[in-house]
Structures are given as C-alpha cells and as structure tokens.
Nanobody, 124 residues
Framework: QVQLVESGGGLVQAGGSLRLSCAAS????????MGWFRQAPGKEREFVAT????????SYADFVKGRFTISRDNAKNTVYLQMSSLRPADTAVYYC?????????????????WGQGTQVTVSS
C-alpha cells in the first residue's frame, strides 16, 4: 500500500522559513517523480514544485521561484520543500504527490498518489 506522509507544517511569521518533508513507502520511490501542491481555503489545488527521480530536473510555480527549493533523498524515500521568505499568501495545506511518468508535470490530476497534507500558516 502506497503511503505519502507529510510533516513540518506549522505557524510562522511572514519572512520566516519552514521545511516540509514527505516520507514515502510502498512504491519504488527512486523512480517516481515527486511534486508539491497546495490548497488554500476556497481555492483550487495548485502546483508548487516538482522534481525528477534523479534530482537533475526541477520545476517551480512562478510565485515560489527564488523562495522555495524542492529536493529529495532517495536513500530515505523522502522529498523536501524548503520554504523561505514566507508570505501570508503562502498559507495553505501543502500536499506531496508521486507521479510515475518521466515528464515534469504540473497538473494535479496527472499525479498517481497523494499524501494527506500538512497545514502551513503564515501570519502577517
């Protein structure tokens, strides 16, 4: 059974930093592309970042470029999202997702597995 478990969310002041983690089990993690999405109240789920299986390719939403960094450790079956210079607009539930395709995808429906999400709240 595939499980993706996010952690690291919490309350932080604007300008602060957080690192999210997503531990995967039940799938060949090292060959899956991983992504982070987020969903704010009343809004659709949106793409944040994605990383290839080898970490050689990454892609980011424009609104996080230069502030967020996605990385992975295949030995630990874990993907990370380092978030800095956080803004109140970054407040959302953050989800990690796994995709078995080779392309870097940004649509949520293209991902095969999802975690339960972790809440990030940025206060002004």
């Amino acid at each position: 059974q595939v499980q993706l478990v996010e952690s690291g969310g919490g309350l932080v002041q604007a300008g602060g930093s957080l690192r999210l983690s997503c531990a995967a089990s039940g799938l060949p993690f090292s060959i899956f592309k991983m992504g982070w999405f987020r969903q704010a109240p009343g809004k659709e789920r949106e793409f944040v970042a994605t990383i290839s299986w080898s970490s050689s390719n990454t892609s980011y939403a424009d609104f996080v470029k230069g502030r967020f960094t996605i990385s992975r450790d295949n030995a630990k079956n874990t993907v990370y999202l380092q978030m800095s210079s956080l803004r109140p607009a970054d407040t959302a539930v953050y989800y990690c997702a796994a995709d078995r395709s080779t392309a870097l995808r940004v649509k949520s429906y293209e991902y095969d597995y999802w975690g339960q999400g972790t809440q990030v709240t940025v206060s002004s």
